[in-house]
């Protein structure tokens, strides 16, 4: 008994200090229709964002930025920003559309989004293609690069390097890029903007992941506390069936 006692107590010390994500909106629109599991809605949003010309009314500021901070390239002129295309579902094919197709005299930038969608065979590698002075972007949740199945042309062969493909994630890149840009606009505008980045932080959240690296650490320290783990998972697994049977006699 003591030792389970020990593993639960070094699991609440171990996790007690990773912190909750402090939301910036009180109401919600995009966790009210669940738009931010919809990679399609929240890619949209994104590519207005990026386009010179979009809704939101403020010209080339996130364009900018997003080349300048998040993409790190090199610097180009307003004039040739406001000449930019911005493209959402860009079509190579019949079957493919690129997320976010950035284009302009100087480079074509594909951006491939993914969130909870899995890789396609021979995406990137078709996708890199479209690519004019610029890597491949590829954006994921937390950075995570395709695997070859995505990088390698369809039937084999032709395998895309890794260093031809710029990962990005929500979680670092466009959380932080986007939280920089808050102080800059309206407040109604603002507004909307925090309910974006309380969407992206959503899908983007690592503190599951942390809490679970910290119990495997805990459970790893010796063969005794990973016994009491596998009865405590036993435990609550039975304790799940309990509650299901209350709730549907209440």
């Known amino acids: 008994m003591e030792t389970y006692r020990d593993l639960l107590s070094q699991i609440h010390t171990n996790c007690k200090n990773i912190p909750f994500h ?15 599991s919809r ?3 929240m890619c949209r ?12 009314g403020c010209g080339i500021r996130f364009l900018k930025t997003f080349i300048r901070d998040v993409l790190k390239m090199d610097p180009v002129s307003d004039t040739l920003l406001l000449h930019t295309e911005v493209l959402k579902e860009y079509p190579i094919d019949k079957e493919r559309r690129i997320d976010i197709f950035i284009r302009n005299a100087e480079y074509q930038i594909p951006i491939e989004v993914k969130i909870y969608a899995g890789e396609q065979e021979g995406q990137c590698s078709d996708y890199f293609e479209m690519a004019q002075n610029s890597r491949l972007i590829y ?22 390097p890794l260093g031809q493909i ?22 109604s505008f603002r507004a909307v903007m925090e309910q974006y980045l309380d969407a992206v932080h959503s899908i983007a959240d690592e503190r599951e992941k942390k809490v679970a690296d910290k119990v495997i650490e805990a459970l790893y320290e010796s063969p005794e506390k990973f016994l009491a783990g596998i009865e405590i998972e036993k435990s609550m697994k039975k304790a799940k069936v309990r509650l ?3 709730v549907f006699e209440e």
């Open 39 to 41: 990679e399609v809605i």
């Open 22 to 36: 402090k939301k910036l909106s009180a109401y919600n629109i995009f966790d009210v229709l669940e738009i931010q």
């Open 139 to 160: 954006l994921t949740r937390f950075g995570t690069p395709p695997s070859e199945y995505s990088r390698k042309k369809k039937g084999g062969g032709n395998l895309l």
């Open 166 to 187: 710029q990962c990005i994630s929500w979680a670092e890149d466009i959380y932080r890029w986007l939280e920089g840009e808050l102080q800059n606009l309206k407040e």
């Open 244 to 246: 299901i049977r209350q």
């Open 45 to 56: 949003f994104l590519t207005d964002l990026l386009n010179p010309e979009g809704m939101h």
